[in-house]
């Protein structure tokens, strides 16, 4: 028998234009001249919620999962939880749920940041790149960002993959 997800009802909606300041596509590409070796997050944001992808490659090898936050300000939010292949981000598949979390997402000079310096100040070293509107709205029909668009994280529907 196939693996099984929580079931999305039919009745969800079709996700609006998700928008918001921490919308889009981020990249750091820091050290590498190598686009696939970039680490990147493709957000989408409805109201306070943020929903998305994240990834990075370290020692040979690629990571990527889930994240969701809550924005907490229009430049500052909180990751509550993540998924994704086990590394520095997460040690939980996305296929048996979510991890929580409490790490910081911010936006300082126009730039996003998952890290937070020793004195407190921002460490944003994620640019704005543009996001192709067939990943935005591919990212957007996945079952699992209209659960987590719609919903609390801690019912958002378990998936495989990210």
Request: hydrophobic share 35%.
């Amino acid at each position: 028998m196939a693996q099984e997800v929580a079931a999305v009802p039919d009745a969800v909606p079709e996700t609006p234009q998700a928008g918001g300041a921490f919308a889009g596509q981020w990249e750091a590409c820091e050290g590498t001249n190598a686009p696939e070796e970039c680490g990147r997050y493709v957000l989408l944001q409805q109201g306070d919620r943020i929903c998305g992808t994240w990834s990075y490659f370290a020692t040979g090898k690629s990571y990527s999962g889930r994240i969701i936050a809550r924005a907490t300000s229009p430049t500052e939010a909180k990751r509550t939880h993540v998924c994704g292949r086990p590394g520095s981000e997460t040690d939980t598949e996305c296929e048996n749920g979510w991890q929580t979390v409490d790490k910081p997402l911010r936006i300082c000079d126009g730039k996003l940041g998952d890290m937070t310096r020793a004195d407190g100040s921002c460490f944003a070293d994620y640019q704005s790149v543009p996001l192709a509107d067939e990943a935005r709205v591919a990212l957007q029909a996945e079952p699992w960002m209209q659960a987590c668009l719609a919903r609390d994280p801690d019912v958002a529907p378990k998936g495989a993959g990210s």
